[in-house]
């Protein structure tokens, strides 16, 4: 194990995290960047102590793919959302929850699937039973529940099950 390791045993994390800091203080006063290179150094330290299994990205090209979709999506979803609330009583009585079979079982994909349909408005996340590998959602607009889960199946679990599995 080299030096810089055994000091920073996950350096991109600790400049990400540093960086997101900066971002967030929009300082670049020598206290600011201290502090939030403190909080990256324990956060690294954190990750240490989480253990987590290695990563292995199959096709990175299909993690591009899938982080345009996922912007573009979220812009939508925004727009979406927005023409629901503003649309009147009537466009409100749609919400419901749904239950979706995933096929996929890799921790990392699901946890991405998870911040993808959290960070989407008009979707929530709200269980995920490993058992029987179905995940239980809470959609803003639920007209059509086969048309959700061919979307989130085709359009997000499949690119995720490229890249992970």
């Given at each position: 194990m080299s030096m810089i390791r055994r000091v920073l045993p996950f350096p991109l994390l600790f400049l990400a995290?540093?960086?997101m800091w900066l971002l967030l203080k929009q300082s670049l006063a020598p206290a600011t960047v201290l502090f939030?290179?403190?909080v990256a150094f324990g956060g690294t330290w954190a990750m240490v102590a989480l253990d987590p299994p290695p990563v292995r990205l199959k096709r990175?090209?299909?993690a591009l793919h899938l982080a345009g979709r996922v912007f573009i999506d979220v812009f939508r979803s925004n727009l979406a959302v927005g023409r629901i609330i503003l649309g009147?009583?009537?466009r409100r009585t749609h919400a419901g929850f749904m239950t979706l079979k995933l096929d996929m079982t890799d921790r990392y994909?699901?946890?991405i699937l998870a911040i993808i349909m959290?960070?989407?408005p008009g979707t929530q996340w709200v269980h995920y039973d490993p058992?029987?590998?179905t995940l239980l959602l809470h959609v803003l607009d639920l007209v059509d529940e086969l048309e959700w889960a061919d979307l989130i199946k085709l359009r997000y679990e499949?690119?995720?099950r490229e890249i992970f599995e």
């Open positions: 995290l540093t960086v939030g290179m403190l990175p090209r299909a009147g009583a009537e994909g699901l946890a959290t960070c989407t058992t029987r590998g499949a690119l995720l």
